[in-house]
């Protein structure tokens, strides 16, 4: 099972994901993909260092699944966590709407 | 509108600095999130599935120009150029970084506006008929009263820490648009053979997991009586409400496990002891708040507008608008403009900024300067001259604001779904979209008649799915949508919770099986003067339930 490791940024409440090297970063594809359990229990203990340091809040383990350079989480909410709303809104031109059919 | 005095002023610019410090602190990293959580939720700050979500207190949604676009400047400045108004006459903003929140905050302050009791287990903002002081059937403005409940549940040192929220909705009218009977109090303004005005009371309505219609417990409270007696039932249920689960701490649990009339007992009890103390309320006090709420001087005009007739006769689009999205007015030659947040295909309850600063300059040229929030997520301008209806359309319009769609089928409520919050299953929006697209057509519309579609993401309901004559809750089965359908819903005076029709849905098929709900509809009522919901009274679940699934 491959997962990876998802919070909110405490600042401003942005969904982020930990990368190579234990930065955050916004894009999902950029997350470090964990690849067994003991990978996965490294990066979520040092994820929980970052939200004692008042880094990054919410933080979680999710499964996903990486190919060609992208990662897509497996359940809706954490895709949509990742990828945005899924609805069309004349109010927000810098999200684009997607279609949960097109990915995964 | 209700200004606030010295009192109001101080409490919630005090409260905004001790927030501000308080976030301050969070962020310096002096406070750990255990112990900051509490204290952003009880100033209306949510951490939601993307962002945090700020909540904004409407009392009884009512809301002047200046306030209005204050809330375009906020979504502008601080979000993303928009908001989301709520089922509670509130507003919601998707995307605040918790380090603008102080300065929102003072932003609201500024225009007697805040956060504060839009979350947690006390009683959160008061609600009404979006229509109190403008509806012809009403026998009182409502919104006086839901003030007065608003001062003393404002920080109430006893009923801060309630078993779970609490939710009070008032209405003036016999005809219940507010909702009350599915509230934990529900207050029907009543008048007595004598003419003086008193209370229907009902407690325990809610939706949620487990719907319940509110039972009356008094039918007619006299009007002195509103704060003891509500104080009293707020006491018994603070006392007696369940804290051990919270899925059985609502009043609602408490009215059907001890039983209506062993509670009203309780209740009447308390009531003895406390009425004639400090909580009697004084006429003279109910006068001063209610010159707040004043009618605008409406100048006289004829009970019909030459105007207005002759541009809809030249304008059949217009013609729609003002058949659909009027309300009748006590004052002949006006009426109430529903300013529909639902455009056909489009997010139920948004608005952009640009949407606010528009109708708040309307509010201020046509409409004395007054604007509700419905709990159906539309705007209201209470007041309008029917002279003044097709300058009014006609700059609504510029903004894609005059859907001629009030209480039609597309005129659907939606909780954010899984799309923005934290808590739901499934997705809510995007299947009002789809709905809304597929009924589009006005002719349809017309012919389908007073049809209410009401979705919720999650078993919390916050999309009222309960009490739509068509009703559809989202679930999650197995990592796939599903969507459960419930028939025969309604909040009115005739309240009752709809009944589910069987096995759900799969996201690609809900639509169709809503249209089979709705053909259905359209093949056995007796003509078209029978709604919906008479005719699923009268019919009851067995043909929609042979179009869905087959004999």
């Not at chain 2, 009218?173 to 599915?182: E, G, K, L, P, Q």
């Not at chain 2, 300059?361 to 300067?369: K, L, N, S, T």
Request: charge should be negative; aromatic fraction near 8%; charged fraction near 25%.
């Amino acid at each position: 099972m491959q997962q990876i490791v998802t919070g909110n940024r405490l600042i401003d409440g942005v969904v982020v994901f930990r990368g190579p090297g234990g930065s955050w970063v916004e894009a999902v594809d950029a997350a470090e993909v964990l690849g067994d359990d003991a990978a996965s229990e490294a990066a979520f203990a040092a994820a929980m260092r970052d939200f004692a340091n008042c880094v990054v809040v919410d933080v979680a383990l999710i499964d996903v699944k990486a190919e060609a350079g992208h990662v897509v989480p497996l359940r809706l909410r954490e895709r949509i966590r990742a990828e945005g709303p899924t609805v069309k809104s004349d109010y927000r031109p810098d999200l684009r709407p997607w279609d949960v059919r097109q990915i995964g | 509108m209700y200004r606030y005095d010295e009192f109001d002023a101080g409490f919630v610019n005090e409260r905004v600095s001790q927030f501000s410090d308080q976030v301050y602190r969070r962020l310096a990293g002096d406070m750990t999130e255990d112990e900051f959580r509490p204290l952003r939720l009880m100033n209306g700050v949510y951490l939601q599935l993307h962002a945090y979500m700020l909540r904004v207190a409407i009392p009884y949604g009512t809301l002047n120009s200046a306030q209005l676009r204050r809330l375009g400047r906020i979504a502008r400045d601080y979000d993303r150029g928009f908001g989301h108004f709520t089922t509670r006459q509130n507003i919601q903003y998707n995307w605040p970084a918790l380090k603008d929140v102080p300065a929102i905050l003072a932003e609201l302050a500024e225009v007697e506006m805040h956060a504060i009791q839009t979350s947690g287990n006390c009683i959160r903002n008061v609600t009404a008929d979006h229509f109190s002081g403008a509806a012809q059937d009403e026998i009182a403005d409502s919104r006086p009263y839901a003030e007065i409940l608003r001062q003393w549940s404002s920080i109430h040192p006893e009923f801060s820490y309630l078993p779970r929220k609490f939710k009070i909705a008032v209405t003036g009218a016999a005809h219940d648009r507010a909702a009350i009977r599915v509230h934990d109090i529900g207050l029907e303004v009543r008048r007595n053979d004598k003419g003086e005005i008193g209370f229907g009371v009902f407690v325990g309505g809610g939706q949620g997991r487990t719907p319940m219609i509110a039972r009356e417990v008094r039918e007619f409270l006299p009007e002195a009586d509103l704060i003891a007696y509500t104080d009293a039932i707020l006491r018994i249920y603070n006392l007696y409400g369940r804290r051990d689960n919270k899925y059985k701490a609502r009043i609602k649990i408490l009215v059907h496990e001890t039983g209506i009339e062993v509670l009203k007992q309780d209740i009447e009890a308390e009531f003895e002891r406390i009425k004639d103390g400090a909580l009697k309320l004084p006429a003279e006090e109910v006068a001063r708040i209610e010159a707040y709420f004043a009618m605008p001087d409406l100048p006289a005009r004829p009970a019909t507008s030459a105007v207005l007739e002759a541009a809809a006769g030249a304008d059949p689009e217009l013609a729609r608008f003002a058949e659909v999205n009027l309300h009748p007015h006590k004052v002949p030659g006006y009426a109430s403009v529903t300013i529909s947040l639902k455009p056909i295909g489009g997010i139920p309850g948004d608005a952009s900024a640009d949407q606010m600063d528009l109708v708040a300059d309307i509010a201020r040229a046509h409409a004395f300067d007054e604007i509700r929030v419905s709990h159906e997520q539309n705007l209201v301008l209470p007041h309008v001259a029917l002279d003044d209806v097709p300058a009014v359309y006609a700059q609504l319009k510029t903004l894609g604001l005059a859907t001629a769609n009030a209480g039609l089928i597309t005129d659907i409520i939606a909780c954010p779904g899984l799309d923005y919050c934290a808590l739901a299953n499934a997705r809510s929006i995007p299947v009002a979209s789809r709905l809304s697209e597929r009924f589009g057509d006005p002719a349809r519309q017309a012919e389908i008649g007073p049809l209410s579609i009401k979705i919720s993401g999650c078993i919390n309901a916050c999309g009222h799915h309960h009490v739509g004559h068509i009703g559809i809750l989202g679930v999650d089965r197995r990592g796939e949508e599903f969507y459960q359908i419930t028939l025969g819903g309604s909040p009115d005076e005739t309240a009752s919770v709809g009944n589910i029709v069987g096995r759900g849905f799969g996201s690609d098929d809900i639509v169709d099986a809503v249209e089979k709900v709705v053909d259905t509809y359209l093949a056995v009522r007796t003509d078209a003067d029978e709604p919906f919901l008479a005719t699923y009274r009268r019919v009851g679940d067995a043909p929609f339930k042979e179009a869905l699934y087959g004999a």
